[in-house]
T-cell receptor
Framework: GAGVSQSPRYKVAKRGQDVALRCDPI?????LFWYQQALGQGPEFLTY????????KSGLPSDRFFAERPEGSVSTLKIQRTQQEDSAVYLC????????????FGPGTRLTVL | QKEVEQNSGPLSVPEGAIASLNCTYS??????FFWYRQYSGKSPELIMS????GDKEDGRFTAQLNKASEYVSLLIRDSQPSDSATYLC???????????FGKGTSLLVTP
């Protein structure tokens, strides 16, 4: 079946621009996660949804980062007033249940802020 | 946030040998442990999950978990050049759902 999809795959933004990154999880997966991966590092947790509820946003680095999943399926990660330090790969993962279960990653969105 | 430690490598092994990748973590509450493979420029791909002490085998891969020592490892038998990648160890956080990742170990299998 179809895996996790993300769009766009690549995004170049000028500093100060707003960006929106989309994630379409595996059908039926109630849990959705956003991670940020810097070059040479492991992914770092940003936020977690169970259905439409955002249960944990403790990893969001600043109030410029906002995520939503209004209908419990597709999710959008929005970054306002982008900064150079926001340049990274943003990974979305989904899981069939919330705790301890296997997470499957999408291809990621590589964001470059100039 | 609890730490997950991996040797960054690179770990170089000849084709056909056993590659041994190690990971330590520092949270005794952790219950779920995962190994992901990540090729350069690609996203992490789940290859093994383990939840209880002991060994779990899947094809050429064996995951080993020792909760008392806070240690999890991945063995790759009959290593192939296509196994060359970065291997990420992930441990569920004390919240139970988010994963804490190590920085990954780079594996190079030479023909």
């Amino acid at each position: 079946g179809a895996g996790v999809s993300q769009s766009p795959r690549y995004k170049v933004a000028k500093r100060g621009q707003d960006v929106a990154l989309r994630c379409d999880p595996i059908s039926g997966h109630v849990s959705l996660f956003w991670y940020q991966q810097a070059l040479g590092q492991g992914p770092e947790f940003l936020t977690y949804f169970q259905n439409e509820a955002q249960l944990d946003k403790s990893g969001l680095p600043s109030d410029r980062f906002f995520a939503e999943r209004p209908e419990g399926s597709v999710s959008t990660l929005k970054i306002q007033r982008t900064q150079q330090e926001d340049s990274a790969v943003y990974l979305c993962a989904s899981s069939s249940s919330g705790s301890g279960n296997e997470q499957f990653f999408g291809p990621g969105t590589r964001l470059t802020v100039l | 946030q609890k730490e997950v430690e991996q040797n960054s490598g690179p770990l170089s092994v000849p084709e056909g040998a056993i590659a041994s990748l190690n990971c330590t973590y520092s949270d005794r509450v952790s219950q779920s442990f995962f190994w992901y493979r990540q090729y350069s420029g690609k996203s992490p791909e789940l290859i093994m999950s383990i939840y209880s002490n002991g060994d779990k085998e899947d094809g050429r891969f064996t995951a080993q978990l020792n909760k008392a020592s806070e240690y999890v490892s991945l063995l790759i038998r009959d290593s192939q050049p296509s196994d060359s990648a970065t291997y990420l160890c992930a441990v569920n956080s004390n919240s139970g759902y988010a994963l804490n990742f190590g920085k990954g170990t780079s594996l190079l299998v030479t023909p």
